[in-house]
């Protein structure tokens, strides 16, 4: 069968350092095709054990594949057909992969800021697996980024524990900083040049003009400061349309009840 | 005689105190007989309102039966199943074949005890009028389902009551009766319960979604209410969640289920609400799973199991909960793990968060709600700053550092920063001088008053509202009113067209004059 061989092709190049992901990308496709033919993609019902194991870790070297691509719909495919095999075919023996997928997906969630969906996917993995570095990694990244503890989540971009990682640790910096920066919008009046640079882990003044550039912030490059513009005096408004609302909602209800 | 009689009145009592009270009450003012029924008397009385409830196109009678379920269930045997469904089905049918197939065969009269008890039943038996005609199926499931809810009490016959369970679903959807749709609500209870007792439960599932969608299609709100809920437990079971929410946002809830289901539905969309974050939708529903359960004393589990959730979901939207729900008698020693958590988030201490979590760390994880009280930790931080920012107009980051137990005092700078930008707290940091630096109180008279006193209202409005709802309107009965408004509006027209007559006397008169 064919299937096997190009199976055992792929493993081949992937496992090859470094590995030859066109090559990869080209064979996904083909097994894709013949898991497909064989009702292996999508399995119902009662399949043979070895036939599905093989099938997940297909679509497991896939869904790496496609975060070393940086294809990111590509592995949210792959991670949701990977589900199936998670959840309904539980009997099969765990696959070594399944805790990094699983914490990379977390991950992707995380750098989104889908906090919700974040939840419930932590929520439906069982209590033994938050021990794992693969998921207890995005967990922490969570509680801090939630706490506002930024430095910690800066600091655990080296401890990353799979390669994989760091491709969205470095989309996730980006969601910091602008959570970062919109915290010290409000929270201070000005800031010496040096000391946000800090703040924000940019290493060079250049990479700070930019940034402040984008965010409108006033620079003033002889007293070495930023000035954030306050948003104005919060307007005292009475909200009219709504107490007009509420009030003839009451009058109406009151009628019912009289 | 009495002798006799003295022993089941006493475990009547027993069963009263822990069971339905408010409805043994009312079935007593219906027919007061001296001492409580024995348990076939109560079987053969339900049937008897079973029987008039399919009669009469009520469902009421039905639910009344069913009602007395949950006292029942405890006292029911072998032997009393027997008695029941000879006394009940007078000749000898096929139905009575394969009910009684069921049951063990009559062991040999030297049990004298029970053979007492169920002599002493069978003299007041005339009472209820015996049925000539074979019962209506309505009776057959009943037996059917107290067959089930007996076999379930002891793990040596859930293989058994799993059988009959199906037998039972398969027999229900064929009769297709809508007068059955009371009791065939329970019996879906009845076959998850099964399930869940030989913890298959997750294979349940496709059978319960193909019955939910033939219920919704036969307008069959009952079962489809109970549907839901066994579908969404075993969802939340196996904490598939998104499968859950996505069963929510698909279905819509049937409005005439009863409060039970109501109570159920609205727990399981608290819990599903607050996994996803959505505390203030969370709470809501919790609350109306509080109003809409039974009280506090005939379902503690479920009252404590609402609480607790409560309790979690109060304190991730900021709140603290009331003292007084710590000391009610049923919740006190449930909720004490709670309390201390409480305790914790309220003084903003992460140490103590950390300890007393880590002390009961088990309990949570055994009510399911580790994960949500983890997630508290940044409430009991922001709980922290916000004391602080009201007992101080001026405090170095180093010092909140110390007294928040943060790591660093560059951690400091950015939580606080963060708590600023959220709101919580009002202030601003001089980065410089490495201080924080708060701005006064609000005046408390600003447009979020009115907005705490519109959802009051709104909540007292939705209150009334419902229970205008829940009410219950007797067929006909406005027919009455009906005849008398028919009355006077012929009287009306009567008196109006002597009025005209009249007139036109008048005129006539005034022509002559």
Partial sequence: MSLKGQYADLKASFAAQPPDLAKCGRLLTQLKLGLIQAGLLLPQGDLNAADLVVAREILEIGAFWSIRTQDVPSFDRYFSQLQTFYTDYATLPPSQHEYPIRGLHLIRLLTQNRIADFHTALESLPAAAVESPFIAHPVNLERWLMEGSYAKVWGARAEAPAAEYGYF????????????????????????????????????????????????????????TITFAKKGEETMDIPKERIIAASLLYARELEQIV | ?????????????????????????????????????????????????????????????????????????????????????????????????????????????????????????????????????????????????????????????????????HQTVEKMQALNRRSMDPIAAKVWYALERAYELGSELADARPLFLAAQRTASLRHDDETQASLINRLLRSYIHDSLYDQADKLVSKTTFPASAGNPQFARYHYYLGRIKAVQLNYSAAHANLQQAIRRAPGATLAPGFYQAVHKLFVVVELLMGDIPD????????????????????????????????????????????????????????????????????????????????????????????????????GVIDGKIVHERGWMECGGLKGGYGPEVGEVFSRRIGYCLELHNQSVKAMRYPLNAHRKELAAAEGAREREKELAKEIQDGDHDDEEMGGEF
């Fill in chain 1, 169 to 224: 640790v470095d989309s996730l910096m980006g969601t910091i900083r602008n959570e970062i920066a919109s915290c010290e919008e409000t929270a201070y009046e000005s800031l010496p040049l040096k000391d946000a640079a800090t703040l924000l882990f940019f290493t060079s003044q250049s990479e700070l003009l930019v940034f402040a550039q984008q965010r409108g912030w006033e620079v003033n490059l002889t007293a070495g």
């Fill in chain 2, 1 to 165: 005689m009495p002798d006799i009689e003295m022993k089941p009145a006493k475990k009547d009592e027993k069963d009263k105190k822990d069971d339905k009270k408010s409805d043994k009450k009312d079935e007593k003012k219906e027919e007061p007989p001296k001492p409580p029924p024995t348990p076939v008397q109560e079987i053969k009385y339900n049937v008897v309102l079973i029987e008039r409830g399919v009669a009469t196109l009520e469902p009421r009678f039905t639910n009344r039966a069913m009602r007395t379920q949950t006292a029942l269930r405890k006292r029911l045997d072998d032997v009393v199943l027997r008695n029941a469904i000879d006394e009940v089905f007078v000749k000898d049918t096929p139905t009575k074949q394969s009910l009684l197939s069921w049951l063990p065969e009559p062991p040999p009269p030297t049990e004298a005890m029970e053979v007492d008890s169920a002599a002493a039943a069978a003299p007041p038996a005339p009472k209820v009028p015996v049925p000539t005609a074979e019962p209506v199926p309505e009776v057959d499931m009943y037996f059917r389902l107290l067959m089930m809810h007996h076999f379930e009490t002891s793990p040596s016959t859930y293989g058994k009551a799993l059988d009959l369970a």
């Fill in chain 2, 323 to 422: 003292r007084g729900l710590f000391r009610h008698p049923v919740l006190g020693k449930a909720l004490v793990a709670y309390f201390d958590i409480v305790k914790a988030v309220r003084t903003g201490s992460l140490s103590q968060f950390q300890t007393t979590l880590a002390n009961h760390a088990p309990q949570f994880e055994a009510d399911r709600t580790f994960t949500l009280i983890v997630r508290l930790r940044q409430n009991v931080i922001k709980t922290g700053i916000r004391r602080l920012s009201l007992s101080y107009s001026r405090i170095s980051l180093r010092d909140i550092c110390v007294k928040l137990h943060l790591d660093s005092e560059e951690d400091a700078e950015y939580i606080v920063g963060k708590a600023i930008r959220d």
